[in-house]
């Protein structure tokens, strides 16, 4: 079996243990992460902006910019791999991360992702749009994992009124 970790700021931690306990025997783990094209996309437009005002800058920060994020992307790929503790696969892609962790998740046996929504209650709402996404649209067998201490069962909201 091949099972895909989709990597994020902030949660990946919980992904990668609950791979190694969930997955200890897949033949193949793949740590994902998908940068997005907003920041790099923001600073490249600023710039054009500027094109015939005089420059400021003597490149485009959009292009310093991505290469931060590469090298942020990669810091994380490593920490997450020497968390995972067995040979892997590091695979990056850019573009909107929905739609890439779904399309690298094609021929998984088993997509890992963390809620990226309301943390403090149980519900749909600990989905955020993203996570929605893939979830609605994995091709492959899903596990989602809170990223911390999962709320109590005191946190489901009520029932709709019935009229």
Do not use: K, N, Y
Not at 24 to 39: I, K, T, Y
Not at 42 to 50: E, S, T
Not at 108 to 136: E, I, M, T
């Amino acid at each position: 079996m091949r099972a895909v970790v989709w990597l994020v700021e902030g949660t990946w931690p919980a992904c990668v243990d609950a791979v190694r306990v969930h997955a200890p025997h897949a033949r193949e783990v793949v740590l994902l992460h998908v940068s997005g094209p907003e920041v790099p996309g923001v600073a490249h437009g600023a710039f054009a902006g500027l094109i015939g005002r005089g420059r400021a800058w003597e490149t485009d920060p959009g292009d310093r910019v991505e290469a931060l994020g590469d090298g942020s992307a990669a810091e994380l790929l490593d920490a997450a791999a020497e968390r995972l503790g067995r040979p892997c696969v590091r695979e990056e892609r850019s573009g909107r991360p929905e739609r890439e962790v779904v399309a690298a998740a094609e021929g998984a046996g088993l997509l890992v992702l963390a809620r990226d929504g309301d943390r403090s209650r149980l519900g749909p709402h600990s989905l955020g749009p993203a996570a929605r996404f893939v979830v609605d649209h994995a091709p492959c067998p899903v596990l989602l994992v809170w990223p911390g201490q999962a709320p109590g069962l005191g946190t489901i909201p009520p029932p709709p009124h019935h009229r």
